[in-house]
């Protein structure tokens, strides 16, 4: 007798695929209603099973393709379609382009509704594969077992990979990620083969047990190279025997570093840690101006496009030398350092404190001195004293976290009036919500997407707002 879930089952017969939705999935209507469909491009005409269905939308997966798109290619990767980082490697890199193109136009048409200028081509990333330049691994006692392991008596259930989305109990053990090129693939290998050979224990997210709970590889465009481990506890000779044999291993490694993370979380802001091998840092360089990236900095994942932007940015912002900037959500100051000597002076404001500190160890490496870092809560410390103390912007660059801006940043920066707004953001649904506060004073000149992680839903996109006459 069929259960309750198999006699609610739904399956839609011959679907066609009209465009890419949110989460990486196809995107279909049947009979005024909206589908969401997994494994699925543009263009595909397939059979879907539903497995939530709503009274104005239902999402599904493929589960049979009648007609393959034009567009839909051979995933590079063995993990696609379980791994949740990559999920468009099965769409050509010029259909990602144009759905990404695509979404910038309707968010401005659909959320902000203001008028706005032809969008410039998107910029796209190149390479499109082995892009990043970090990758954060989970260890994990419980691995994600498919099924091809359901027929194996004896299974070894240690990963190091991703966490399956959705889960954050199990994570997909990675043989080989496109994410992160040089040697990340190796290590990543090695330090696994290793940790069984030796029986190291991997962590259990659940119970909050085993030795071994992340591995973060970074590197620069100096050929430099960061391997960070964190660990529940000090087990020294443990420690120094795993770190040792990584030193002989990989001989280019020049930072080693340990964390011992005991807590419930994954937050390292708060641990400190120990060098086991090179500095503590590693050198990002950038035209010219070299970025010191430490264990806890932030830096774009994407270096080589990241410089596009800041360039696309500057050349928006069109800066003569005499102006005053602002730099909100300055992070590392890896903006206001780029532009500082095209413009008077350059005030980055952060609410990280350990951000600011970066900020202002890589303006003094690069010997810029006229820039300002502060430290605070933008919606708290941009009002009228701040102006007053820093003066008041020609032009503001904001660069913000996926949520966007808070109601009252928009409102302060409404109250600075500066001519020129230049809005980066990496979330066109929550800009557009912020364009639309900023209509009454301010006009859209440019836009222009930038493709910062490719075989993603994700975009950078560039507006330029101008103060109106």
């Not at 010219?288 to 928006?316: C, E, H, W």
């Not at 912002?317 to 000597?341: Q, R």
Request: glycine residues 6%.
């Amino acid at each position: 007798m069929k259960n309750r879930k198999e006699k609610e089952r739904i399956t839609l017969q011959k679907i066609r695929i009209e465009s890419a939705g949110t989460q990486g999935r196809g995107l279909a209507r049947m009979d005024g209603m909206v589908v969401f469909v997994e494994d699925a491009v543009p263009g595909d005409l397939v059979d879907v099973e539903v497995f939530k269905k709503k009274k104005s939308f239902m999402e599904g997966r493929s589960i049979f393709i009648h007609e393959a798109s034009a567009d839909r290619i051979q995933p590079a990767c063995e993990h696609f379609g379980v791994c949740g980082g990559c999920k468009w490697q099965h769409m050509s890199y010029d259909k990602q382009l144009q759905v990404k193109e695509t979404g910038v136009k309707d968010n401005l048409e659909r959320i902000a509704k203001v008028s706005f200028p032809e969008i410039e081509p998107i910029l796209g990333a190149n390479p499109h594969y082995y892009y990043r330049n970090r990758l954060d691994f989970a260890f994990s006692s419980k691995r994600w077992l498919d099924a091809s392991d359901m027929n194996k008596e004896d299974v070894n259930l240690n990963a190091l990979g991703f966490h399956i989305p959705g889960r954050f109990d199990k994570i997909l053990d990675i043989n080989h990620c496109h994410l992160q090129g040089g040697l990340s693939n190796d290590i990543r290998n090695a330090v696994k083969t290793y940790a069984k050979e030796n029986q190291i224990s991997f962590f259990d997210p659940k119970i909050q047990n085993g030795f071994l709970r992340s591995l973060i590889i970074r590197n620069a465009s100096e050929s430099e190279l960061m391997v960070i481990l964190v660990f529940t506890s000090e087990d020294t000779p443990v420690i120094e025997n795993l770190m040792n044999f990584l030193t002989d291993k990989f001989p280019s490694i020049s930072s080693l570093i340990g964390f011992v993370n005991p807590k419930r979380n994954e937050t390292l802001y708060d641990l400190d840690f120990k060098v086991y091998k090179g500095k503590d840092y590693i050198i990002e360089d950038m035209e010219g101006l070299k970025f010191r990236v430490g264990p806890k900095s932030f830096f774009q994942t994407n270096s080589k496009q990241a410089l596009q932007l800041y360039k696309i940015a500057a050349d928006f912002a069109d800066l003569k030398g005499h102006e005053n900037v602002y730099d909100l959500y300055t992070g590392a100051g890896t903006i206001a350092c780029f532009i500082a000597s095209k413009v008077r002076h350059v005030v980055g404001i952060e609410a990280v404190p350990e951000a600011v500190s970066d900020a202002q160890n890589n303006a003094a490496n690069n010997g810029i001195s006229n820039v300002s870092f502060v430290a605070g809560d933008m919606k708290d410390i941009l009002d009228e004293a701040f102006m007053t103390k820093f003066g008041k912007p020609d032009v503001i660059i904001t660069d913000p976290p996926r949520a966007g801006m808070h109601e009252k940043v928009c409102e302060q920066i409404l109250f600075a009036a500066p001519e020129k707004i230049v809005y980066i953001s990496c979330n066109p649904a929550t800009q557009a919500r912020d364009l639309a506060l900023f209509d009454e004073k301010y006009e859209i000149i440019r836009i222009r997407p930038v493709d910062m992680f490719p075989h993603t839903e994700h975009v950078e996109n560039v507006v330029l707002l101008q103060k109106r006459p």
